[in-house]
């Protein structure tokens, strides 16, 4: 059984670069919009890991990751916040928020997936 | 890359259009933070964006503009007409950059694109006061490809004691283990001391440490950048411990307790005590209780990675090799071919002369040059392996191109041949793989029908047989079909239709020249020239080669090479006084001729020999020799094309094992004469290439009688 | 995915599934009620197909509980090829116990039959 990952971004090129990366070295995609979009899809599912971008309308990064950890199926999932080199402290923040990992763009498919493995083996 | 890129494209319009609307409308609502809100992230996603699929010139100047509003939005800066309108030209500039890219022209990077930049950096500097240092946490972001460091493995000792809550970032601390042991050679010890009993557990919490050993040529920053999610979760040290002096045995067998004081676990005094007592210290330790049994377990790791770094060590030493050129070699094996000469010559004067030091000092030589001999051979030698693995790739894409399912198995790849055998050997190989491939291995559904696995199976084995090496191509698939080969042959006129063959035989036909069996032309085995081309190849290599088959089971093709073309098996054979060498490699048996059994023959060519009718020719004839043949000369029987040809002689004189020297330019059109060698009283004698004499007897034959065989 | 047998020689505690840190508070409260009520505990966790961190714990947990208490608690039928997995990833499995005179009774002496 492949390994479900459950992506959120607002931006559809970096979605379809994230998708395809992470769908061709075999795990399952679940794409998401933004945070309330990502939340909706989460409900019920098995997600084996979250990648989700920091800004986002409607619900952003952190705010994704801390309704997220509320969730008892959620407590212990990796997830990896998408930031940009200026957001240091953003990063922190996410930490702070139960995120498990950071990967900095722009970033290349194999660092994806590097991270990807580095977090759910 | 290129579909992202253009996906990013359409997004950057579709971004710019939405900031263009944004910004003018904010210019009305300059407070409205929702406006804000989605100016600062259009620009933030194109900045993410066009940093990720190479835009970077765009990414430099929305960077810029990005802080700008980040600053906006933390309430730090007012919205003024001013910022509207140089943020509305930062955007023409972007499209243009964007269009640009899409005509496909390099952009240089426009003046107005770096003033706008500048504008707004000077714009964050007078509100900042000072440029903040911002990547102070940046420095180090995992990396998926960390460079080895340069030179020796180092020793660490890593001690890494994650937070007790580290569950809760979704932290699986196993993972980073695994990572630090695909780091090098490394000993994991958990430091479970901790764990409290179940009144007290909170089961989702992390109560243990580890202490690891690892011997890695990484540096200690690729190991930090394993644990760089989690660095301020957890208390992680990392010592280099790798002992420099190069004083090998004082550390390496550091006995157990000495690990103890150095790591501080146990006090020198202490020690002393424990060592005068005389049990096993690591016992005596615990039960005294000086030292938890988990230390000693720990240092008992580091003991034994030590062991382990050292042994592994000269496992390397041992296999420290150098380069040369191949040209040397040969020149060396030249060398020790004529070294070889002189030394029987040596040999022969010294039997004559029946001096007893002289004998003494001639076998000595020999002695030493027969080691000298194999010596320098072996270097020649390479594990056929790495032909082997060439052929993986070709069995995959060929039966994919053929939808079929055929895997390769190797065995023997450690064999070692002579260089230039596993030079010469792999086109033969190759042909002979693509026709398992093509001819042998059945379609799946066909196998499937035939109660076979769909995936067929081609064996490519190496072994060692005495001074030849077997190599072996083994299919399972359909198998030779004996019936349409001889109809195939006779219908190509390559035997006469009442021919009777045995099995062995009838197999050998598919290796003459113009005969295929595919019932199709492929572009994988090509027009039925592989198999003829094949067994040239293989000839070449002093090499024969055997086919069997069996119907629906799959055939094996054996290849029997000698270990090098340096030397070869020769039987040394005499024609009033001139000397040849016929490779051992096709010789059967030797028996004689008298002229009784010639007589008996009528004049034909032909021997009875063992039952068997046999042809054979006469060397004085072929190298026309002008004197009288003996009373009783000698055949030597060989199996040339799978056919038995009889070579008839003077006398056969023995086994020669003898270094080939090539003929030079001079004879290069002599087909009959493979090479010369130098015998021990400096005669010479020429290497036969008994398969061409063959060919040139049935061709003079053919001119002289017309189209009839032997 | 708790099963639990009363004999004559001790209660049997069988668990089966996955015992990752979903389930590790479920695990910890039938491991403390069970060893509070047996003198002799025989743990099978033959049918455990997953094992993570904390299942290593709180076998640990247990058995130190049990040792304090001056109880037994014993591995029926040897442990999964899931746990002793997770075990050599995470370094558990040693040559020693943790209690020096009690060693032997380490659940992580594993002798190597299947090697690394």
Redesign the interface.
């Known amino acids: 059984m492949s390994k479900v990952i459950l992506t959120a971004d607002?931006?559809?090129?970096?979605r379809?670069?994230v998708s395809?990366t992470i769908r061709d070295a075999g795990y399952e995609v679940i794409e998401a919009v933004d945070g309330r979009d990502a939340l909706a899809k989460a409900a019920g599912q098995t997600i084996h890991m979250v990648l989700t971008?920091l800004?986002?309308?409607n619900l952003d990064g952190i705010g994704l990751i801390r309704e997220l950890?509320a969730l008892p199926a959620f407590?212990?999932?990796?997830?990896i916040l998408?930031t940009?080199?200026?957001q240091?402290e953003k990063?922190?923040e996410g930490?702070a928020a139960?995120?498990?990992?950071?990967?900095?763009?722009?970033?290349?498919p194999?660092?994806l997936?590097?991270?990807i493995r580095?977090?759910?083996? | 890359m290129d579909k992202f890129r253009e996906a990013f494209r359409e997004e950057a319009h579709e971004l710019l259009a939405e900031l263009e609307t944004s910004l003018l409308e904010l210019e009305k609502e300059p407070g409205d933070e929702d406006l804000i809100g989605r100016v600062f992230r259009a620009m933030h996603t194109l900045k993410g964006s066009s940093g990720m699929f190479g835009f970077d010139d765009i990414k430099k100047l929305t960077h810029d503009i990005e802080n700008v509003y980040d600053m906006v939005r933390s309430g730090k800066m007012a919205v003024n007409s001013a910022l509207i309108d140089m943020t509305l030209r930062a955007c023409d500039e972007v499209k243009k950059m964007v269009e640009a890219e899409e005509d496909g022209e390099a952009v240089p990077e426009s003046e107005a694109a770096l003033a706008i930049s500048g504008a707004f950096r000077s714009l964050l500097e007078d509100f900042r006061g000072e440029a903040k240092p911002e990547a102070a946490h940046d420095g180090r972001v995992p990396r998926a490809d960390e460079e080895k460091k340069e030179g020796n493995a180092h020793t660490y000792r890593i001690s890494f004691r994650p937070a007790a809550d580290i569950f809760l970032s979704g932290t699986n601390p196993l993972l980073l283990l695994n990572e630090v042991r695909d780091l090098g050679l490394c000993d994991i010890v958990a430091r479970t001391e901790q764990i409290p009993s179940l009144n007290e557990i909170d089961p989702e919490a992390c109560y243990t440490g580890w202490e690891v050993m690892l011997t890695s040529e990484h540096d200690i920053n690729a190991i930090r950048d394993i644990f760089i999610f989690v660095e301020d979760q957890c208390t992680l040290d990392i010592e280099d411990i790798t002992d420099d002096s190069g004083d090998e045995e004082a550390r390496e067998d550091r006995k157990l307790g000495e690990i103890l004081v150095k790591r501080g676990d146990i006090s020198e005094p202490d020690l002393r005590k424990i060592l005068d007592s005389h049990k096993k210290i690591g016992e005596i330790l615990v039960e005294s209780g000086v030292v938890g049994a988990e230390k000693v377990e720990i240092a008992l790791a580091e003991q034994k990675h030590v062991r382990e770094v050292k042994q592994r060590k000269q496992v390397v030493e041992a296999a420290a090799s150098i380069r040369v050129p191949a040209e040397k070699l040969d020149r060396l094996v030249n060398m020790v071919g004529e070294l070889v000469t002189v030394q029987s010559r040596l040999s022969q004067i010294s039997t004559q002369r029946n001096d007893p030091l002289l004998i003494q000092v001639a076998e000595e030589v020999e002695r030493l040059m027969a080691d000298l001999r194999d010596n320098t051979m072996s270097i020649r030698m390479l594990a056929i392996g790495s032909t082997f693995s060439r052929f993986e790739r070709l069995v995959r894409d060929l039966s994919a191109e053929l939808g079929k399912d055929i895997v390769l198995k190797t065995e023997g790849a450690e064999t070692e041949l002579d260089k230039t055998v596993i030079e010469k050997l792999n086109d033969p190989l190759v042909h002979l793989i693509r026709n398992c491939i093509d001819h042998g291995i059945e379609a799946p559904a066909v196998r499937e029908a035939a109660g076979k696995p769909r995936q067929g199976t081609v064996l490519l084995a190496a072994e060692h047989a005495g001074a030849h090496v077997v190599i072996t191509i083994r299919d399972d698939g359909a198998g030779l079909d004996g019936e349409a080969i001889r109809a195939k042959a006779i219908e190509r006129g390559i035997i006469a239709p009442d021919a009777e063959l045995s099995e062995r035989e009838l197999y050998a036909l598919i290796l003459q020249p113009g005969f295929s069996t595919a019932r199709k032309v492929t572009s994988v085995s090509g027009r039925g020239v592989g198999m003829d081309v094949v067994k040239k190849g293989i000839d070449a290599l002093q090499g024969t080669i055997e086919i069997i088959s069996k119907k629906g089971k799959g055939s094996s093709i054996i290849l029997k090479l000698p270990l090098t073309l340096a030397i070869i098996d020769g039987l040394l054979v005499r024609i009033e006084e001139s000397y040849f060498i016929m490779p051992l490699s096709a010789i059967e048996e030797c028996v004689e001729l008298t002229n009784a059994d010639i007589a008996r023959a009528h004049g034909k060519c032909i021997a009875e020999i063992r039952g068997e009718i046999v042809p054979y020719l006469r060397l004085r004839d072929a190298f026309a020799f002008a004197g009288q043949r003996p009373a009783i000369e000698q055949i030597v029987t060989t199996r040339i094309n799978g056919g038995r040809v009889g070579f008839v002689v003077d006398q056969v004189i023995g086994g020669h094992q003898t270094v080939i020297k090539s003929m030079g330019q001079m004879c290069k059109d002599i087909k009959t004469v493979s090479g010369a060698t130098i015998l021990g009283d400096g005669t010479v004698a020429l290497i036969l290439d008994l398969p061409k004499i063959v060919e040139q007897a049935e061709r003079e034959e053919a001119v002289g009688r017309n189209n009839s065989r032997y | 995915m708790f099963e639990l047998v009363e004999g004559e020689r001790g209660a049997t505690l069988t668990v089966s599934g996955e015992l990752t840190i979903q389930n590790a508070s479920v695990f910890r409260d039938a491991l403390r009620e069970w060893v509070e009520k047996s003198d002799v505990l025989h743990l099978d966790l033959g049918g455990v197909t997953d094992a993570d961190l904390t299942c290593l714990q709180l076998v640990c947990s247990a058995h130190r509980s049990m040792m304090n208490m001056k109880k037994n608690l014993n591995m029926a039928s040897g442990l999964p090829g899931s746990i002793i997995k997770t075990a050599r990833e995470a370094g558990f499995v040693r040559e020693h116990g943790c209690r020096g005179e009690e060693s032997n009774n380490c659940v992580w002496i594993i002798r190597d039959e299947v090697g690394k």
């Open positions: 607002d931006s559809a090129s970096v379809q670069m395809f971008d800004n986002m309308p950890r407590k212990f999932i990796p997830i998408l940009t080199e200026s240091a990063k922190m930490k139960g995120a498990t990992g950071w990967i900095v763009k722009p970033f290349k194999e660092q997936l590097a991270v580095k977090v759910i083996g």
